[in-house]
């Protein structure tokens, strides 16, 4: 196994274990405790689990072979990539971090009123 891929293939093991442990987490505190609204409970346990197919599906790509390939248009994806986001399905799972990285953040400045406010370069 390639040494990229073999740390990404590290860091979804971990990201598994501390998946479950939270999924455990949850569903005993929601056991144990009527001071959680149950829709918010609900709300985070589909978000741990969704996360964790997520990683599941990675890591079964990884062992049989088919990890890094595009699922829309069959194109490998790089590694370099997929260390940055492992559980990226398609090459456009990656177009909301470029788009991030392009926009241009604000510059905080002071005024003579003694704010602050935005300029954009």
């Not at 990229?4 to 598994?16: F, M, P, W, Y």
């Not at 001071?35 to 197919?53: D, G, P, R």
């Not at 599941?56 to 997929?82: D, R």
Request: hydrophobic share 35%; glycine share 4%.
């Amino acid at each position: 196994m390639d040494h990229q891929l073999s740390k990404i293939h590290t860091e979804l093991l971990q990201t598994k274990e501390e998946l479950e442990s939270r999924l455990f987490e949850y569903s005993f505190f929601q056991q144990h405790s009527q001071n959680i609204n149950a829709y918010q409970q609900a709300t985070l346990m589909y978000h741990v689990k969704e996360e964790l197919q997520d990683v599941l599906l990675a890591l079964s790509k990884i062992e049989n072979g088919t990890y890094g390939i595009c699922e829309e248009t069959g194109q490998e994806i790089p590694l370099s990539k997929l260390a940055v986001l492992p559980t990226a399905r398609t090459a456009n799972d990656f177009l909301y971090h470029i788009q991030f990285e392009k926009k241009t953040l604000p510059i905080w400045a002071e005024t003579d009123e003694g704010y602050s406010h935005a300029l954009y370069s």
